[in-house]
Nanobody
């Protein structure tokens, strides 16, 4: 199963981007989805996650109030809306999935996800 991210690019500080992650599987509604990012020379860090039914989300403190995560299971797509971008948001952004129940809590560790996309580059200029 492939996860394919898109929507990255170059944007000025204060701007917005919306990332998409499309899954090639038949159905996505049994999978928790996460967004992570990795800047050059740094470890991959958690950004956001959403439950299989979209009923709950979590965000890292560094993006709360600026980013939102959502999903459209009918389109097998997860979104990351990024507003008020800063140069510190520059990174390769990855989506990831893990089969979970909606009753399970969302996770923020890379070890909690077992299928990853190839990433999309986001560059924010000052």
């Amino acid at each position: 199963v492939q996860l394919v991210e898109s929507g990255g690019g170059l944007v000025q500080a204060g701007g917005s981007l919306r990332l998409s992650c499309v899954a090639s599987r038949l159905a996505l509604d049994a999978y928790a989805m996460g967004w992570f990012r990795q800047a050059p020379g740094k470890e991959r860090q958690f950004v956001a996650a959403v439950k299989p039914n979209g009923g709950a989300t979590i965000l890292s403190d560094s993006v709360k109030g600026r980013f939102t995560v959502s999903r459209d299971n009918g389109k097998k797509t997860v979104y990351l809306q990024m507003n008020s971008l800063t140069p510190e948001d520059t990174a390769v952004y990855y989506c990831a999935e893990k089969r979970r129940s909606n009753f399970e809590r969302l996770r923020s560790s890379t070890n909690d996800y077992d299928n990853w996309g190839q990433g999309t580059q986001v560059t924010v200029s000052s």
